[in-house]
Structure formats: structure tokens, C-alpha cells
């Protein structure tokens, strides 16, 4: 019989009426990400398991995509078989040859209640048969087992599985709404996307760009996270707001230690005009707590005076080292590390202050006519569109 791959749900379990919006959006998320590559899958979708009939196809290179697709806790590797017990236990001794392993615990679980033996005599009759055919010595383990043989007696066939291969886990992509992410090329923001994109919410990206002080290969940066990106999302558009005047009104008239205060204060306010016109409830960054000046709570607070919609922070606790294995595990690090440095950065100063006032804030921000400037720069937002099978993107 055809062999196939079982696709474990987790935390999709806990929506119970909800549970059927989340499978089916799994489904389409799994058979986006596989149909192109693998022509001769087949899948079959239900309420407790998504199986993926191999039909020929490599194992390894389809579990290697399974395991990244956000809501999947685990994949197994299953061999369907008939509902005969002699089949069914020739099959777990091939696999514990196959394994090389010296111990081992059969774990029958028996949906099929018609089934003629009971859950503990398929273990004990599996078992038996694999300590008595099998030539090297091997042994039950029931707490710390080498190799678990899982044996699932169902109403069609038995499904019979062994090493679980861990998954993404969270929900799947476009159960949520959209978010606004503030994507700035740096190694947190695409951590942070990723994360978001953990939860089943959908992103739209803004970027601040303040040629000719930025490089233009900031772009071709975020180009190429965000193609990493599209494994998760298939399409992602990324809003680039020409700053350069407003932020140099900043540096002209607000003193070095407010300068990133009210630049992110700045921000904040674009972020959250363009958030209501693209229709996203919540705007989302990278920033994880103290890592910088602007980071600060008594700078988050400051800074986040000037939103109108709920900003979501991914990162919020997690500190560097963990935000860089993510990084890695993603393949973004690599990308985020070149060296092309974004508004931020590149206008930073020696004495950003670490606990802002809001109204020290507006005194500097009353000093010149920003609400002009941040119209200005809303209305020449340039939106590009990036998708996973499109080599070049399309600007609006």
C-alpha cells in the first residue's frame, strides 16, 4: 500500500467549534507549498490528521517543507496496512530492522472499536513477534524507548508510524487578520515577521528609507528577507516611505538626545495612517525590551503615545542570542547582516536619553510643522509586491 505522511495539528485542537476553519486552512497552506514541487502527492484532509500520500515522491524532501509550515506540530512517516494483526506486526519488525535500534515500545491506539483485539493485545502480540524474529538482541523499554512504534487502528486501514519529526507548531497563515510590520533590514524585524506569521496572522510590511544617507541595497536586502518570507506567505507587500526630509527636520530642530525619540515617535504616526488606509488592526515591530535606547520602557511608552492602533511585539522578552538562533533557523541572519545600514542606524546618536518625557516630546516636536512633513511622506508611499514564484516584483 501506498505509503504516506501523517501531519499532526497540536494547539489547532483547542478551537473546537472553530476547528474546522483552521484544518481547512492548513489544508490549503500544505497543498500550496507541496502541489508545484511534488506533482504526485495527493492529500487527504480531515478533522483529526492531514495525511499526504506519497505516491512515489521523496519523503525527506516533502517532510523537510512540512515541518516549516506554521500550525504542524509534527510529521510521521506512516506505513498504511490492512487491518490483519500478522501484516500489521511483520511491518513493525521491518521498521525496528530498518531502525537499528536496540529498544522499543509498541503504542496501539484503537479508533476502530470493531477491531478484534484490544489495544494491549496488539502491543503484546507486536512485541512478542519482534523479540522472536528479530537477530540481533533487542528489548521493551515502556519509559525511555530508543524507537516508539505507533500503531493506529482505523475504520479504512491501519496506519502505522515511528519517529515524530517536529514542527513549526502555532497556527496556520491567514486564520488572523493583517498586520502592519515595520521591516527595517536589521536581524530582529524578519525574527519578528516570522513570529507573527507563527500566530496565522497575515503581514504587510513598512519600511522607512531615507536616501541618499541609506544605500539603495537596503532594499535589495529586504528584497531578499522578504523572499525568505514568502516560503510563509506566498505574497507580501512592502510599503517604502521616502523620510529623508522629515528626518532631517528632526536632526535640525530636536536636540541628539530626543532625535531617535521623535524619529520613532515619527514613525509611529505614518505607521498608523497607513495601517488604517491598508485596513490592518495592528501594527507590529521587532523591538525587544532594553535592547536599545528606544527600547527602553519609559521609551516605549513615550514613542507609542503617538499610535492610534495596538502595536504587537513579537520579541518583547526574548533577548539577542535567541532572537539570532531564530535568525538562522529562518536563513534570514545571513542577509540581515550585511552591511548597509538603515534610517535608524545610520543617524544615531552618542546620547540617546533611555527615559524620554512625552512632554519634552511635543515641546520638540512644536518646534516644526511635522504634521505637513508626515502628509507629505504618506502621500508618496511606494508599494511593491513579492511573490514566492515571482522572480521580479511589481510595483503599485
Known sequence: MNEMIIVFYGELTTKGKNLNSFIRCLGRNITDA???????????????????????????????????????????????????????AEICLNMMDESKKTTFKVVTRRVDKTFPMHSDEVNRYVATHILKNRDKVVKVDIHDPELKINIMIREDKVYIYGKK?????????????????????????????????????????????????????????????????????????????????????????????????????????IASIWALKRRCPVVASGES???????????IVSIENCLTKPMIRPLACLDKIEIIDIAKKIDTYDISIRPY???????????????????VCEKYESRFNYQELVEECVNNIETRVYSLTDEENIEL
Open 34 to 88: 507541496l502541489k508545484d514541487k511534488f506533482p504526485k502527492l495527493k492529500f487527504e484532509i480531515k478533522r483529526d490528521h492531514i495525511y499526504v500520500i506519497l505516491n512515489g515522491e521523496d519523503f525527506t524532501k516533502v517532510k523537510d517543507i512540512l515541518v516549516r509550515i506554521p500550525g504542524i506540530l509534527s510529521v510521521s512517516h506512516v506505513l498504511p496496512c490492512d487491518k490483519d494483526i500478522n501484516k500489521i
Open 165 to 269: 519529526y517536529q514542527g513549526a507548531g502555532g497556527y496556520p497563515v491567514g486564520i488572523q487578520s493583517k498586520a502592519l510590520m515595520l521591516l527595517s533590514g536589521g536581524i530582529d524585524s524578519p525574527v519578528a515577521c516570522y513570529m507573527m506569521l507563527k500566530r496565522g496572522i497575515k503581514l504587510e510590511c513598512i519600511h522607512f528609507a531615507a536616501p541618499p544617507y541609506t544605500s539603495s541595497k537596503v532594499i535589495t536586502k529586504l528584497e531578499d528577507i522578504i523572499h525568505k518570507l514568502n516560503f510563509y506567505q506566498k505574497e507580501i507587500k512592502l510599503h517604502i516611505v521616502p523620510f529623508t526630509k522629515l528626518q532631517l527636520e528632526i536632526y535640525k530642530h530636536v536636540p541628539t538626545s530626543y532625535c531617535i525619540t521623535i524619529l520613532r515617535r515619527m514613525m509611529m504616526r
Open 289 to 299: 525590551i532594553g535592547q536599545v535606547a528606544s527600547q527602553t520602557l519609559e521609551s
Open 341 to 359: 545600514e538603515d534610517c535608524c542606524t545610520i543617524f544615531s546618536t552618542k546620547d540617546p536619553t533611555t527615559c524620554p518625557r512625552i512632554d
